[in-house]
């Protein structure tokens, strides 16, 4: 089996590449495409795999390409996960925003809507070479924002894209584990969007276990999402939301926070990851010791500005070490690959399980995936507040694709004037200001 990785100069790779390592099943992958458009990126990433796999005899053959077209024929999965405009265009989605008064974050508001303005058209471009030459391929979506980006690629492959996040899983995880629950046989009632969702149940031995950890203050408050949200606000609540819903519940705080560090999330790893690509080049040798240093100190510093706002101190090392959306990929991959049913949180389309959205509409949701793809399973239905909150930011998520797809210059502002996050009257000024200080949103300029 072949997996393409586009973005496999990326910085994360290497945790696709250990997941598939440790996965010692029939048919497993044997091969795996590195495509990048940065060849200094790829020759770093290309040595840490290659000394990953230098304990192992039967380790996947990787190659290095910076061709799209090579790098997908024959493809039989394709994992997306490119950054169009790298870490230098995160920092401006975060800049701009700041300097207007507004959350900048790279996912959630003006931020968000920055990024996937000029990543769409590349994500569309993709996708049609995809259903070209690979047509047959499964493509597995990390690249955010990534609901949008998964809703975008659907009219070129169908249901044979699937968006994947780790954040639900994991806040899933960490509830049942703070009940003593085995989390490998519960299951989250959860539902929303990517980046906006909340766990409203978790099923076991027939019974919602939600009320008791709601009900008992010493579990609740010895997890992420209880530190995070506090335990009052999620009894109020009545669920658990995900952690980037802590943007929206404390907006005020958390831009006060991060207008008040002098270094943003992008910039912080802007530097980062720029030391570590020069560094290995440098030492080459050297570059799995000095990716894992790197990455423990960009997984300890996740979220940083939430957690202070609430006092949720550092984050817990059971987080850290649970594995993350490589383990939601190599889950999903064998799923397809070896019709081993599986039970997921994904992002794909509604198909009537949530009576607030249509059809088409991409949601993440609890799935059954099998040789088949991923069908979502009935869920609860949202409240009055999360069908409000879910549909607003859909509909930013739409007018957003057909900005992106079209060049819309009016869709553009209806995206950043609807958005919860984004005060209307600054929409025009946000967009502006993304079109002159980023080259792949000069067509939005007035």
Not at 197 to 224: H, M, N
Not at 231 to 259: C, D, K, M
Not at 322 to 332: H, K, T, W
Not at 412 to 418: L, T
Request: charged content about 20%.
């Amino acid at each position: 089996m072949r997996l393409t990785i586009l973005g496999g100069g990326g910085f994360r790779v290497p945790l696709v590449y250990q997941a598939l390592l440790g996965d010692r099943g029939e048919g497993r992958i044997t091969s795996v495409v590195l495509y990048d458009t940065d060849r200094g990126r790829l020759r770093s990433i290309g040595a840490v795999l290659r000394q990953q796999a230098a304990k192992y005899s039967d380790a996947p053959a990787v190659t290095e390409t910076t061709e799209l077209d090579e790098a997908l024929r024959g493809a039989d999965f394709v994992f997306s996960a490119i950054r169009v405009g790298g870490l230098e265009g995160r920092t401006v989605d975060e800049r701009v925003a700041l300097d207007l008064g507004v959350l900048g974050q790279e996912t959630v508001g003006a931020g968000g809507i920055a990024y996937a303005l000029r990543t769409l058209p590349v994500a569309v471009g993709i996708a049609q070479r995809i259903a070209e030459l690979a047509s047959e391929a499964w493509v597995i979506n990390f690249t955010n924002p990534a609901g949008m980006v998964t809703e975008a690629m659907i009219p070129y492959l169908g249901d044979r894209v699937i968006g994947i996040c780790d954040s639900p899983s994991g806040l899933g995880r960490r509830a049942a584990l703070a009940l003593g629950l085995d989390a490998s046989t519960v299951f989250y009632d959860y539902a929303g969007l990517n980046h906006l969702g909340w766990l409203r149940g978790l099923q076991s031995g027939g019974v919602d276990r939600l009320p008791e950890l709601l009900a008992d203050s010493t579990a609740l408050g010895a997890f992420e999402e209880g530190r995070l949200f506090g335990v009052e606000w999620l009894r109020s609540l009545g669920s658990i939301p995900n952690e980037y819903l802590h943007y929206y519940y404390f907006a005020r705080e958390t831009l006060a926070a991060v207008q008040a560090v002098e270094q943003t999330r992008g910039t912080f790893l802007l530097e980062q990851q720029s030391a570590f690509y020069a560094e290995t080049a440098r030492r080459p040798d050297d570059a799995l010791e000095l990716w894992q240093k790197t990455r423990a100190e960009r997984e300890s510093t996740y979220m940083v500005e939430s957690r202070a706002v609430a006092d949720a101190g550092e984050r817990d090392e059971r987080d850290m070490s649970a594995g993350g959306y490589e383990q939601v990929a190599l889950s999903l991959m064998r799923a397809i690959a070896h019709n081993e049913r599986a039970s997921l949180i994904l992002n794909v389309r509604n198909r009537g399980t949530l009576r607030h959205l249509d059809d088409d509409a991409v949601v993440e949701i609890p799935c059954t995936v099998d040789a088949n793809g991923a069908r979502p399973v009935t869920v609860s239905q949202f409240t009055d507040h999360q069908a409000g909150l879910v549909c607003a930011v859909k509909a930013v998520e739409r007018s957003t694709i057909e900005a992106a797809t079209t060049g819309s210059r009016a869709a553009a502002v209806r995206a950043f004037a609807w958005h919860p996050l984004i005060d209307s009257v600054t929409a025009d000024q946000l967009l502006n200001a993304y079109a002159t200080h980023l080259p792949e949103l000069s067509r939005f300029h007035p």
